[in-house]
C-alpha cells in the first residue's frame, strides 16, 4: 500500500457521511484530536492508507495501441486495394494506398495518446503541500504524506489537500466549481447536516482539490487518495467507457457488407471468364482483379478524414475546438444537449435585475458587468432618481463593497467578490460613479462580512453633517436589525409581512437575495463596533433579487437547437428555483424539472423515460450526470455533454460528444472531451451541429459519387466478360480514373457548403444505416447511365466504327469521366435542384475541380507518354463531341429524376415528417 494506490480501507464503513456527525464525534472515531495526531500514528497510518496520491491508470503500450488502429474495416478495404495493385504491378498506386493506411493510423494513434491524459490531469489537481498540525506543532509538507485524522489549516488561496471534516471556521468560502458546477463560492461552518445532503449543501466538509476563495478554517482528514470526492471521480472516469461514434459504426457495417459483395462478384467473374468464356488464367486473374479494384473505393478513407478536417477548421474558426475527428461528423446526428449552466448557458455574472422598496417594485434591464441598462416599472420606463429611497439604497450598495468594477482592454471586469461587483454595476446604471460617491461620503470604519453575523457594515459621514451606517447581507439578519423601512414619506414601522412576501417572490425566480439597510446617527460617530450594528435600530430600504442571467446568444441557440430537433437539457449543480428561473428565460421547457435527490430515488430502467422527459437537473453530482448521459444513450438518443468541472469529466468521457469549456474549464474536462470551446458559449454548439450536418451531408455526396462511378466501371467490365469482348478499361486505366477522379472531383465534395435548411431538419437516427432508401435506389441509377454511356460507346467505337482498341477504350474512359464530372454538379444539392437560386455559382471547389480534372484528361488523351503507359490514343472533335453530350445527358436525367423522386407521396411524407 505504501505505492500511494491505498483504499482507505478502515474508513469504508463510515462510507462519505462524515458530513452528517458532529466534528467532535468525527475525530473521537478517527483516533485523533484537535490537535492532530502523532508522527508515530502517521507513519502508520502511511503504510495502511498510501500516499495520498490518485493511482495511475492501467494502459497498453505504444506497439499494442498503435497496432490497435490497423483494426478498421476501412483499413482493411485499403489493404486489400492495395495488394490488387501490387499484383497487378502498379507499385506506385500500391505505395499512395499504403501511405493512406499509415497516415490513418498514426492521426488515430496521435489522438488516442492525448485522450489519455484526461486521468493525468484530474491526479494534477491535488495540491502539492499543506500545512498540518501533529502533537500540536504546526509542519508544512507534501500533501501526499497527508493520511486520515490529520489536522489541516486552510486559509485564503490554499487549494485543499483531502476531503476535511471542519471543526473550526472563520469567514471560510471555498469555491467547489469543479466538483459541484456552484457559479458562487459556497460559505462553510461546523454545522452537520442530513445523511443525504447534496454535495453542494455539505456545509462542514471541504473537499480535495476545491480552492479556498476567503477565510480560514481547521479540518480533520476523513479521506485521502482515492477515496475522496475527486479520487472517486478519477476511479468513475477511468471505468467509463467512450462509445464509437454513429460514423465509424456506419462505415464498418458498409465495409463489411461492400468487402462480401467484392468478393463475390469478383469470384463469380472470374469463374465465369475461364470456364464459360474459355479466357487464359493470367488474362482472366487481372480482369477479377482489375474488377475488385475498379469496386473498392479506395479513396473513401481519406475523402472521410479530409472531410472532417475541413469541417474541424470551420469549426475552429467559430470558436469550437475539435480534439477528436470522429466527432465532427457525430455532432451532427446529436439529439440531445446536456449543458451545464453557470458560464455556459449563463454569462457567470452576477447581476441585480429586482429591487424592491416598500412602495417600489422595479426590474433592471441589462446583464453582466457592462453598465448599460434602464429601470422599469409595470413595463414602464423609470428613473431611480425620481425615488429618494432607491436612490439610497442603489448608493448604500455601492458604498457598503469592496469590490472594484474595471474597464480593461475595452471590457468591463471586476475584481473582488461577484456579489459585490453586481451592487456597483447596479449603482452605474442609474448613473452613479463609485469615485464620486466615495468622495462625497468617505468610509471611516467597516466590519467586514462574516459567515458568523451574514452582514457587512461600514461608517460614513459626508461634508453636510450626515452620519449613518449602511448595512447590506442575507436579508432574514438584516431584518432582525431593522425596526423601521424607508418610504418616500419618510420612516415608518418595519411591515415584516409585506417583505416576507416579496422576498418569497423573488427567491421563486431563482434570485438571490440581498438586503440593503441604513441608520442614521444625529451626532457625530468617529468608531462602528458590532455593540454599535447589533443593538439595530436600522432603516430597511431595499431587497435587491441577483440573478446569474442566460447568454442573449445562448437564447437564440437554444430556439435554434429545438428547431433542428434537438433537445437542450440543463444539468446543474445550483438549486431547483435557480435552475427553473434560468431554464424559463432561456426556452427551456420548465414542466419538468428535479433534483438529484429525486434521480437517487429512480431506477435505471424508469430513469431512461425521466431523462428523456424532463429538461432541468438540479443539485446533481457526477454520478447523476454520468447516469442521465448513459440513460439517454440507451434510448438511442445522440447525446452531447457540455462541462466545465472534473465532476463533469466522466460524463464528458461517456458522451457522445463531450464539449468542454475552454477558459474557465479544468484540464481534466478538457482532456475527456472531444471538443471544447474557445469562447465557453452555448451558441458556438449551434454552429458546431450544423458544421457536423454539413460534413455528413458531404460524406453521404462523396459516397454518392464514388459508389456509382466505381459500380459503372464494375458493370462495364463485367458486361464486357459476359459478352466475350475485349476489356472496355484495362486495370491500369481503371486505376487511373480511380486515382483522378478522387483526387479532383470526390475531394471538392469535401469542401462543399452547407445545403439551404440543414438546420431545420431533425437529427438523423443513429441506427440507420449509412446507405439510405434513396441512396440505394441512386447508386445503381447513376451507375447504370454511367455504364450505359461507357460500355455503349465503346461497343459502338468498336463494332460498327471499327476502331482500334486502343482509340475505343480511350472513348470510353473519357465518356466515363465526362459524365462523372457533369453527375458532381447534380450533388450540390443531394435532393433539391441546383439550377435554382445560383447553387452551381456556390461551389468554387467543384468549378475548380472540374477544371483540373480536364487538365488532367486532355495530358492523359494527347501526351505520347500517356500513350505509352496507359495504352490511350488521341480523340477528334467527333468524338469529343458525343462525350460531352453524353455528360450533359447524365446531369439533365438526375435533375429530372430528383424532381420525380420529390413529387412521390412517400416522399411528400417524409418531406413533411421533417418540416413538423
Known amino acids: 500500500m505504501a505505492d500511494g494506490e491505498g483504499s482507505n480501507s478502515g474508513l469504508d464503513e463510515q462510507g462519505s457521511a462524515w458530513h452528517s456527525l458532529d466534528a467532535d464525534r468525527v475525530t473521537q472515531q478517527l483516533n485523533s484530536s484537535r490537535r492532530g495526531i502523532s508522527q508515530e500514528q502517521a507513519e502508520q497510518r502511511l503504510g495502511e492508507y498510501g500516499l495520498n496520491r490518485l493511482r495511475p491508470p492501467e494502459r497498453s503500450g505504444a506497439v499494442v495501441r498503435f497496432l490497435r488502429h490497423f483494426h478498421n474495416i476501412l483499413i482493411y478495404i485499403l489493404i486489400v486495394a492495395a495488394i490488387g495493385t501490387a499484383l497487378l504491378g502498379h507499385w506506385v498506386d500500391t505505395g499512395v494506398i499504403l501511405a493512406v493506411v499509415l497516415i490513418n493510423t498514426i492521426i488515430g494513434f496521435l489522438q488516442e495518446g492525448k485522450a489519455e491524459k484526461a486521468l493525468d490531469a484530474i491526479r494534477q489537481m491535488l495540491s502539492p503541500q499543506a500545512v498540518v498540525l501533529r502533537n500540536g506543532e504546526r509542519l508544512e509538507l507534501a500533501a501526499e504524506q497527508i493520511v486520515p485524522g490529520d489536522v489541516v489549516m486552510l486559509q485564503a488561496g490554499d487549494k485543499v489537500p483531502a476531503d476535511l471534516r471542519l471543526f473550526e471556521t472563520k469567514n471560510l468560502r471555498i469555491d467547489e466549481a469543479v466538483l459541484t458546477g456552484e457559479s458562487v463560492p459556497s460559505e462553510k461552518d461546523t454545522v452537520s447536516v442530513s445523511e443525504d445532503a447534496a454535495l453542494g449543501d455539505r456545509c462542514s466538509m471541504a473537499y480535495s482539490g476545491t480552492l479556498v476563495t476567503f477565510g480560514r478554517a481547521y479540518g480533520t482528514v476523513v479521506a485521502t487518495g482515492m477515496n475522496t470526492e475527486v479520487g472517486k471521480i478519477s476511479e468513475m472516469l477511468g471505468e467509463v467507457h467512450s462509445l464509437s461514434t454513429p460514423l465509424v459504426r456506419q462505415t464498418e457495417q458498409f465495409g463489411r457488407w461492400l468487402a462480401l459483395i467484392i468478393i463475390i462478384i469478383s469470384a463469380a467473374t472470374f469463374a465465369f471468364g475461364f470456364w464459360i468464356r474459355d479466357y487464359p488464367l493470367d488474362e482472366m486473374f487481372l480482369a477479377a482483379a482489375s474488377l475488385a479494384v475498379s469496386t473498392i473505393p479506395e479513396g473513401l478513407p481519406a475523402i472521410l478524414t479530409i472531410a472532417l478536417a475541413i469541417g474541424v477548421q470551420k469549426m475552429a474558426r467559430r470558436n469550437a475546438i475539435v480534439r477528436k475527428l470522429p466527432a465532427v461528423e457525430t455532432l451532427g446526428s446529436v439529439s440531445t444537449v446536456c449543458s451545464d449552466k453557470t458560464g455556459t448557458l449563463t454569462r457567470n455574472e452576477m447581476t441585480v435585475s429586482t429591487v424592491v422598496s416598500r412602495e417600489r417594485w422595479v426590474e433592471v434591464e441589462g446583464v453582466g458587468y457592462d453598465p448599460h441598462g434602464g429601470f422599469t416599472e409595470h413595463n414602464e420606463q423609470v428613473s431611480p432618481d425620481s425615488s ?50 466615495q468622495e462625497k461620503r468617505p468610509r471611516k470604519d467597516v466590519i467586514p462580512f462574516e459567515s458568523d453575523h451574514k452582514y457587512m457594515a461600514t461608517l460614513h459621514c459626508d461634508h453636510q453633517g450626515w452620519h449613518g451606517i449602511f448595512l447590506k447581507g442575507s436579508p432574514e439578519r438584516v431584518l432582525e436589525l431593522c425596526s423601521s423601512e424607508q418610504t418616500e414619506d419618510g420612516e415608518q414601522p418595519l411591515q415584516k409581512a409585506y417583505w416576507e412576501q416579496a422576498m418569497e417572490q423573488i427567491a421563486n425566480r431563482g434570485e438571490r437575495l440581498l438586503a440593503i439597510a441604513v441608520r442614521k446617527f444625529d451626532e457625530p460617530v468617529h468608531e462602528l463596533t458590532y455593540q454599535s450594528v447589533e443593538q439595530g435600530g436600522f432603516s430597511l430600504l431595499a431587497v435587491l433579487g441577483i440573478i446569474d442571467p442566460p447568454r442573449d446568444e445562448a437564447v437564440a441557440a437554444v430556439a435554434s437547437s429545438r428547431s433542428a430537433g ?93 464539449v468542454a469549456m475552454g477558459k474557465k474549464g479544468t484540464e481534466a474536462a478538457k482532456e475527456a472531451s472531444e471538443m471544447v470551446l474557445a469562447d465557453d458559449n452555448f451558441a458556438s454548439i449551434a454552429h458546431a451541429v450544423e458544421e457536423g450536418r454539413t460534413v455528413y451531408d458531404n460524406i453521404r455526396k462523396a459516397i454518392l459519387h464514388m459508389l456509382p462511378t466505381n459500380a459503372g466501371q464494375s458493370l462495364t467490365i463485367m458486361m464486357a466478360i459476359l459478352m466475350g469482348l475485349a476489356l472496355p478499361l484495362t486495370p491500369v486505366q481503371v486505376l487511373w480514373v480511380n486515382m483522378v477522379t478522387s483526387v479532383t ?67 470510353a474512359l473519357n465518356t466515363l469521366v465526362a459524365g462523372q464530372a457533369f453527375y458532381l454538379f447534380n450533388l450540390r444539392l443531394i435532393y433539391e435542384p441546383v439550377w435554382c437560386n445560383g447553387e452551381l455559382l456556390k461551389t468554387r471547389a467543384m468549378w475548380i475541380a472540374v477544371g483540373v480534372l480536364i487538365v488532367l484528361q486532355l495530358t492523359f488523351t494527347y501526351a505520347p507518354f500517356m500513350h505509352t503507359l496507359f495504352g490511350t490514343a488521341p480523340l477528334g472533335l467527333e468524338e469529343w463531341s458525343r462525350v460531352l453530350v453524353f455528360g450533359l445527358l447524365v446531369f439533365v436525367i438526375v435533375e429530372i429524376e430528383k424532381t420525380v423522386v420529390r413529387n412521390l407521396p412517400r416522399w411528400q411524407g417524409k418531406a413533411e415528417a421533417r418540416q413538423a
Not at 441512396?775 to 447504370?784: C, D, E, G, K, T
Request: hydrophobic share 45%.
Open 745 to 811: 472531383l470526390a475531394m471538392a465534395l469535401a469542401f462543399e457548403p452547407s445545403e439551404p435548411g440543414v438546420m431545420q431538419r431533425p437529427p438523423r437516427d443513429p441506427s440507420a444505416a449509412l446507405l439510405s432508401g434513396f441512396m440505394l435506389w441512386r447508386i445503381p441509377f447513376v451507375a447504370i447511365l454511367l455504364w450505359l454511356g461507357t460500355f455503349g460507346h465503346f461497343v459502338w467505337m468498336e463494332e460498327v466504327v471499327g476502331v482500334s482498341d486502343e482509340l475505343a477504350r480511350t472513348v
Open 388 to 437: 429618494t429611497v432607491l436612490s439610497q439604497a442603489l448608493v448604500g450598495g455601492l458604498l457598503c463593497n469592496d469590490a472594484q468594477h474595471l474597464m480593461r482592454d475595452g471590457q468591463w471586469t471586476l475584481a473582488g467578490d461577484p456579489t459585490e461587483g453586481s451592487l456597483i454595476v447596479l449603482a452605474r446604471k442609474a448613473g452613479y460613479d463609485p469615485h464620486v460617491e
Open 566 to 658: 434537438i433537445r437542450v437539457k440543463m444539468i446543474t449543480g445550483d438549486h431547483l428555483a435557480t435552475a427553473r428561473a434560468i431554464g424559463s428565460k432561456l426556452g427551456i421547457n420548465c414542466d419538468k424539472a428535479i433534483s438529484g435527490h429525486d434521480i437517487d430515488a429512480i431506477g435505471q430502467q424508469e430513469l431512461r423515460r425521466v431523462a428523456w422527459e424532463t429538461d432541468i437537473f438540479a443539485r446533481t453530482t457526477p454520478e447523476h450526470k454520468l447516469r442521465l448521459v448513459e440513460a439517454l444513450q440507451a434510448e438511442g438518443r445522440i447525446t452531447a455533454m457540455t462541462g466545465d468541472g472534473v465532476n463533469d469529466a466522466p460524463a464528458l468521457k461517456r458522451a457522445d460528444v463531450g
